[in-house]
């Protein structure tokens, strides 16, 4: 019987939507002997896997509750194959950038500390920042206390699942698409990433989506944040080194751009990091993905792996092949 190894937090009665003709196993985080297993299910914070993989023997097929895998083909080695949960963080992830654009663009993090300050009169101090935000000094009445998103120009950077998911909750607002991934497609338009440069001129808002590669490390950088618009908004919700950090704290304190981040680069980000301080900026700490559905999508998705695999069906959410 094929035996399944998991993290032992999991609750019992999530693990029912996995078929019966496997054994399962459960694997505390202080695992202390050997265990042989042919299937391994992660558990979703690195740092505890890494601890519980010197002791599993066997492992033929892994099985990520997450989308990201960036660090477990080194752990695991090239005779193992490898799926994520392609899938199973779209609506999550889509909801978090959603509402990351809006509460930037209707000055939340502002309003916040005035609601803390009990000052009504500071709300005057939103027109000030759209100013000098946007370099605009013409006297407008009433006074700008917030900005819209209906008909600005989003950026798509990286257009798979998620992206497509966030492109569909932005369709309400009536923003114009621009979509950036690997290669160019056509229906809808997708620019190749040798022309992102031309293209982040023309965005209001610029959404980071897209996995850690060696091709996409430091993909915004310096250079690409110059050519943003004054006052345009960076979001990434993809992987803190898709963004040059010490390029973005700059662009951030100068106030040329905003940004809003769910991941960085370090992770975690230190006490007393840059980051932590900079104007214009909303950060939450990568929980983009962690809603109450997490665990049940990311199993079932990786339950639905596993009766393929037992049926000799390919696999549908591969990332690296066993060779």
């Not at 694997?27 to 519980?52: C, G, N, T």
């Not at 194959?81 to 930037?104: D, F, M, P, Q």
Request: aromatic share 6%; charged share 25%; proline share 8%.
């Amino acid at each position: 019987m094929l035996r399944v190894g998991y993290p032992a937090i999991i609750p019992a009665d999530l693990l029912t939507v996995f078929p019966t003709e496997v054994e399962l196993v459960a694997l505390p985080e202080q695992l202390d002997h050997d265990v042989e297993i042919d299937v391994w299910i992660p558990d979703p914070y690195p740092a505890r896997a890494k601890r519980v993989l010197p002791h599993l023997r066997g492992i033929r097929l892994v099985l990520s509750l997450m989308a990201g895998t960036e660090w477990i083909p080194d752990a695991v080695g090239p005779h193992v194959t490898i799926c994520n949960a392609r899938g199973a963080h779209n609506i999550s992830t889509a909801e978090w950038t959603l509402s990351a654009i809006l509460a930037v663009l209707k000055y939340f993090p502002l309003y916040m500390d005035i609601q803390r300050s009990g000052e009504w009169k500071r709300r005057f101090e939103a027109s000030a920042h759209y100013a000098d935000m946007h370099g605009d000094r013409r006297a407008i009445y009433p006074p700008v206390m917030l900005e819209e998103l209906t008909g600005k120009s989003v950026l798509m950077v990286g257009y798979g699942e998620i992206g497509k998911e966030i492109e569909r909750m932005l369709a309400p607002f009536d923003v114009r698409m621009l979509r950036v991934a690997r290669s160019a497609r056509r229906d809808p338009e997708v620019h190749p990433v040798s022309e992102l440069d031309r293209l982040l001129p023309e965005a209001d808002v610029v959404v980071l989506i897209l996995p850690s590669t060696a091709e996409s490390h430091h993909l915004i950088d310096a250079q690409q944040l110059s050519r943003m618009r004054q006052g345009a908004l960076l979001v990434n919700a993809a992987r803190g080194p898709v963004v040059h950090t010490d390029a973005l704290v700059d662009a951030l304190q100068s106030g040329r751009v905003r940004a809003a981040l769910d991941v960085t680069d370090p992770e975690p980000l230190p006490v007393g990091h840059p980051l932590w301080s900079c104007p214009n900026l909303l950060l939450t700490p990568h929980v983009g993905g962690s809603s109450p559905q997490f665990a049940p999508r990311s199993l079932k998705t990786a339950a639905d792996e596993l009766r393929r695999y037992l049926r000799g069906e390919a696999l549908r959410n591969v990332v690296q092949a066993a060779i």
